[in-house]
Structure formats: structure tokens, C-alpha cells
């Protein structure tokens, strides 16, 4: 049971964190690289498993990261957009609009 416990928590830590930093951005009027948010939701769950707030530390990972912000786009919590540059490459930034907020406070209660 405990392996299945240890693969599992890591998991629902990333998507609670993430869940909290998109909801501190929701109804800001802001827009954000995804890249630069994921790198910084790292960076931060990286410091709360320095500070022992989080146990494990495989829940800092990236790829994690971005699959919670896709599937909270995918849920309506989120919008990200995708702008091509003149060289190719594809940009998403990402806002959360005010009345996504009720969405995410429902899953708090």
C-alpha cells in the first residue's frame, strides 16, 4: 500500500499546487508565459520541499507541471492561447479570467 501511497501523493501535491498559483492569477488581468509559470511553480515546489512542506521531491517535476496546467485548461480554469513567432517557434501564454474563479472555488469546497 505504501508504494501505491508514494506514487500517488506526488501527483495530487503538484495539482494542488498548481491549483493554488492559478488561482492567486485568476481575475488579475494578467497574461503569462507557460513556460515561465511552469519554471516558476518548480522553483517553488522545490523551496517547499526544502522547507519540508512537501515530502517528496519528484513533485517539482516539469513534466507534471505542465500536464496539471493543461488539464486545468482543459477543465475551464484556465485559457492559453498559442502565438507562432516569425522563426517557427510556438509561445503559449496562458490568463485566468475572473469568473473561472467560481469553477475553482468549487473544488475547494
Known amino acids: 500500500m505504501d508504494f ?6 506526488p501527483l495530487v501535491d503538484t495539482y494542488f499546487v498548481t491549483l493554488m498559483a492559478i488561482e492567486q492569477i485568476c481575475g488579475k488581468n494578467l497574461v503569462l508565459k507557460q ?3 511552469v519554471h516558476e511553480l518548480h522553483v517553488c ?7 519540508k512542506v512537501l515530502n517528496h521531491l519528484h513533485s ?3 513534466d507534471i507541471i505542465e500536464t496539471a496546467v493543461e488539464r486545468f485548461e482543459q477543465m475551464g480554469f484556465l485559457e492559453i492561447r498559442a502565438y507562432v ?3 517557427g517557434n510556438t509561445t503559449l501564454f496562458m490568463n ?3 469568473e473561472n474563479n467560481a469553477g475553482i472555488n468549487a473544488i475547494w469546497n
Open 4 to 9: 501505491f501511497s508514494n506514487l500517488i501523493v
Open 35 to 37: 513556460k515561465k509559470f
Open 45 to 51: 515546489i522545490k523551496r517547499l520541499y526544502q522547507d
Open 60 to 62: 517539482c517535476l516539469n
Open 85 to 87: 513567432k516569425k522563426s
Open 96 to 98: 485566468c479570467p475572473s
